[in-house]
């Protein structure tokens, strides 16, 4: 599985951003799917994740704000973004997994990640 996020870029706090993570080599239907962030100087951290049947997780800096959604038709996952915050800047990736019997919140579950898409978020 080739994973290809996009949509990143400079937004003013408040405003709002969609990622998109594109699949290529295999259908993610079946794959929980992931999105990650990290900024600079700190550890790859959890944002939120759907399991192949539609559940969703997110972690608490961005519940509420965020919302994690496939489109198994497009072999994409999408991460709408609103409310940003500056402390949202960072790199965000997108991840893939098999197992949906894995803790989606765990980097370790993953098995694909795609290469990171920036968010700068000014304020």
């Known amino acids: 599985v080739q994973l290809q996020a996009y949509g990143g870029g400079l937004v003013q706090a408040g405003g709002s951003l969609r990622l998109s993570c594109a699949a290529s080599?295999?259908?993610?239907?079946?794959?929980?799917m992931g999105w990650f962030r990290q900024a600079p100087g700190k550890e790859r951290e959890f944002v939120a994740a759907?399991?192949?049947?539609?559940?969703?997780y997110y972690a608490d800096s961005v519940k509420g704000r965020s919302i994690i959604s496939r489109d198994n038709a497009k072999n994409t996952v999408y991460l709408q973004m609103n409310s940003l915050k500056p402390e949202d800047t960072a790199a965000y990736y997108c991840?893939?997994?098999?197992?949906?019997?894995?803790?989606?919140?765990?980097?370790?579950?993953?098995?694909?990640w795609g290469q990171g898409t920036l968010v700068t978020v000014s304020s």
């Open positions: 991840a893939a997994t098999r197992y949906d019997y894995k803790d989606p919140r765990r980097r370790l579950s993953y098995d694909y």
């Open positions: 080599g295999r259908t993610l239907s079946t794959y929980t």
């Open positions: 759907i399991e192949s049947g539609g559940a969703t």
